[in-house]
């Protein structure tokens, strides 16, 4: 039996001992729900300063066990709701949550798609919440990431999409997956990655970039799709644990047998929702231990020692901010934001946004197509104004 076996089944052994508990450190721990969702994605991030983040709020079937376990968990409205990209198995909750618990801010990839839910939800987003964001690198630092603190040293780093300063991926198997929000949440020496439906050309972009992607645990791509956790992105993120979020018996054989097999080769601890239910995971910075709703209780160490090093391309610097006028449950005040927060945000208060006639969408003042168009045009006074109406315009983001 290796040491590492040994040492967990110790662990294991101690805990089962009534009256005796694993140590942790003094401070709070950071804690990461997956949740069952069925085939579909929903995680919330509880930092160790008792900030919330919601990443993905799974299928429309679903939403009312998220709900559920969002009443039961979040006290206030969260922190931050991430929209990884407008898909239904990751948005269709997210109505309902912000309804239910509210959000002081939201943010998603800020590209155009028609999906009807997808409009229906940045409506509710524009009555219910008062900060909107897109992760859109400075512009007087464009080697910089969005980077969100979180407390206690707790961050979450956006490592793509990164528009303006690089476009969004196209031509590709599925250009709304490839451009999937992909976060790195860091403490002490663990890490988390997030990674939406991100498909090969996302993984190989971010192959190429000076990132540091170790991570401790891996929420596995596209619940588990053939298509992504290529063997050379697995190799880079050398994940310790993998979650994969997916449905029993789902009509796409997810998760694949390829990727299974990709995963045990970088030896990596799989967990599956639709086999072991919601998955917890909590980490006091040097080691993360995950528990499985249908495993008996039984916890599961993954060492530490991780170093997960910069996550940013260059020096981390304040974005610009936007803050729309609260409304809704979910328009509380925004929290001063943690020392070292980076929140570059769409537009600013004093921008104008028009839509023109007969087009489902809205623009920046400033967009080329509003300057070469005739048409007639209608006018908001805010972002969340125009939001209510139309969706964002992919050629400008506003």
Request: glycine content about 10%.
């Amino acid at each position: 039996m290796s040491f590492v076996r040994w040492l967990a089944l110790l662990v294991l052994l101690l805990a089962s001992i009534p009256g005796l508990a694993l140590a942790q450190s003094a401070g709070q721990p950071l804690t990461v729900h997956f949740f069952d969702v069925g085939q579909g994605d929903a995680a919330l991030i509880i930092s160790p300063t008792g900030k919330t983040v919601l990443i993905d709020s799974g299928p429309p079937d679903a939403r009312h066990r998220l709900e559920q376990r969002l009443r039961e968990l979040v006290k206030e409205p969260l922190d931050l709701a991430i929209l990884t990209h407008p898909h239904l198995d990751h948005l269709g909750g997210m109505s309902t949550a912000l309804r239910s618990v509210g959000a002081r801010r939201f943010m998603d990839p800020g590209f155009d798609h028609p999906s009807e839910a997808y409009r229906d939800l940045l409506n509710v987003v524009g009555d219910e919440v008062g900060q909107v964001m897109t992760p859109v690198p400075n512009p007087q630092d464009p080697r910089s990431l969005v980077t969100i603190g979180l407390g206690d040293g707790a961050a979450l780093t956006v490592l793509w999409p990164r528009v303006p300063e690089d476009p969004f991926l196209t031509g590709t198997r599925s250009d709304p997956n490839s451009n999937s929000i992909v976060a790195k949440l860091t403490y002490g020496k663990t890490a988390f990655l997030f990674t939406g439906d991100a498909e090969p050309d996302t993984e190989a972009t971010l192959l190429r970039k000076p990132i540091n992607l170790t991570s401790t645990v891996l929420k596995v791509a596209h619940h588990g799709g053939r298509h992504s956790s290529t063997a050379d992105f697995l190799a880079a993120v050398k994940p310790q644990a993998a979650v994969i979020s997916v449905g029993a018996k789902n009509d796409y054989g997810h998760p694949t047998s390829a990727v299974l097999e990709r995963l045990r080769a970088v030896k990596a601890t799989v967990f599956r929702t639709d086999q072991d239910g919601e998955v917890v995971a909590t980490s006091d910075g040097n080691v993360v231990s995950l528990r499985a709703e249908k495993r008996g209780g039984a916890s599961e160490l993954v060492p530490g020692g991780v170093k997960p090093g910069p996550v940013a391309l260059g020096p981390i610097t304040r974005g610009t901010r936007r803050t729309s006028t609260p409304r809704g449950r979910g328009a509380a005040s925004a929290p001063a934001e943690a020392p070292g927060t980076d929140t570059t945000q769409r537009g600013t208060d004093a921008s104008r946004y028009f839509s023109l006639k007969g087009s489902k969408v809205f623009h920046k003042e400033s967009c080329r197509t509003l300057k070469r168009s005739k048409s007639d045009r209608t006018a908001y006074s805010s972002r969340a104004e125009a939001m209510r109406e139309r969706r964002p315009a992919e050629d400008c983001h506003p």
